[in-house]
């Protein structure tokens, strides 16, 4: 019996790993991506509106709309974007997708208000970039958050940063909007951190794996991988390329893949630790009430596993 497919819609910054997240999402017959909406973060909103669509284009869906979002943080400044994945925002290979694939009309925010509110929780949202057009959706409908059927954000993180000691990138670029989106009542929220992302970034078997696939998707993805690779290198001798924002797709498609804890979840949203994440574990300091799951480990090698079959239909030993 053909099951329904889930409909979804992620909220992005592409961003490579962004675009690996909407890639797989176009790949797997459990999901049905409905829209994808863009905010600034990788790049300026040009470019993250740019890449979206020409992802989009590149999977053969213009049919699925991309709405622009928020150029800038709920404080209207603009936050400093991430230049690891090339000044395009894909590694320097942005152009080689370029697609005549137009945006919509209708912002961002106003799509996400309007068509969650018309489809009361039957809609997964994914967060995966700075969570900016979330918060302005709450703060717009007060009926926004309660007709979220689920959403999974890629923010946050459990004890480390890639922008300071304590603070990830997408909950550090607009932390009053991360704190808003986890304090809004939500019934389902699962935040997937740092932590754990950076356990699934490419290292170099897999990704000569998509050099010997070689089909037009697989050498995409081989080259939008390289500048991560380069710059991990460079930085911290780490031969391997961020793939933060796909676990979030990958945790939907099999639940199964990580381990998952009931926390209370809430960020900092000023002073030296701005940005960083709280988790507390079953909200034992906050008198057990928990408001989000806390994705705490990943199985990598099943995590791959998926990443191949799902998108080019190969098993892999790893
Ligand atoms: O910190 C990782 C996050 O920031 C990911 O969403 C990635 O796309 C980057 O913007
Ligand atoms: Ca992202």
């Not at 070689?214 to 911290?236: H, M, P």
């Not at 199964?256 to 079953?282: C, L, M, R, Y």
């Amino acid at each position: 019996m053909n099951k329904e497919r889930e409909k979804i819609i992620i909220d992005c910054d592409p961003g490579t790993d962004d675009a690996l997240a909407i890639i797989l999402a176009l790949h797997s017959d459990k999901i049905d991506l409905k829209a994808v909406c863009s905010v600034t973060g990788n790049g300026a909103l040009d470019t993250t509106t740019k890449n979206g669509l020409n992802i989009l284009a590149l999977c053969g869906r213009k049919d699925i709309p991309l709405y622009r979002g928020s150029a800038v943080a709920l404080d209207q400044k603009q936050p400093a974007t991430v230049s690891a994945f090339g000044d395009d925002g894909l590694g320097g290979y942005a152009d080689t997708i370029l697609s005549d694939k137009k945006e919509e009309e209708q912002n961002a925010v106003d799509f996400l208000v309007e068509y969650i509110n018309s489809h009361p929780k039957e809609i997964t949202l994914f967060a995966i970039g700075p969570c900016t057009n979330v918060a302005k959706a709450i703060r717009k409908s007060p009926e926004f958050a309660k007709n979220i059927k689920k959403l999974v954000i890629m923010g946050g993180a459990k004890y480390t940063g890639n922008m300071s000691p304590v603070a990830e990138y997408n909950f550090w670029a607009d932390p009053q909007a991360a704190h808003e989106v986890l304090q809004a009542g939500i019934e389902d929220v699962t935040m997937i951190g740092l932590d754990v992302t950076n356990k699934i970034a490419l290292n170099c078997e897999m990704r000569e794996i998509l050099r010997l696939l070689d089909t037009d998707l697989s050498r995409f993805i081989y080259n939008i991988t390289k500048e991560g690779l380069d710059d991990n290198w460079k930085a911290r001798r780490k031969a391997v390329s961020p793939m933060h924002d796909v676990l979030t797709v990958a945790y939907f498609i099999d639940p199964s893949i990580v381990e998952i804890k009931p926390a209370f979840i809430d960020v900092v949203t000023d002073g030296i630790a701005k940005g960083q994440s709280i988790v507390d574990i079953n909200g034992h300091w906050n008198n057990n009430i928990c408001n989000a799951k806390y994705v705490a480990t990943v199985d990598v090698n099943k995590f791959y596993n998926l990443f191949f079959k799902e998108i080019f239909n190969e098993g892999i030993n790893c």
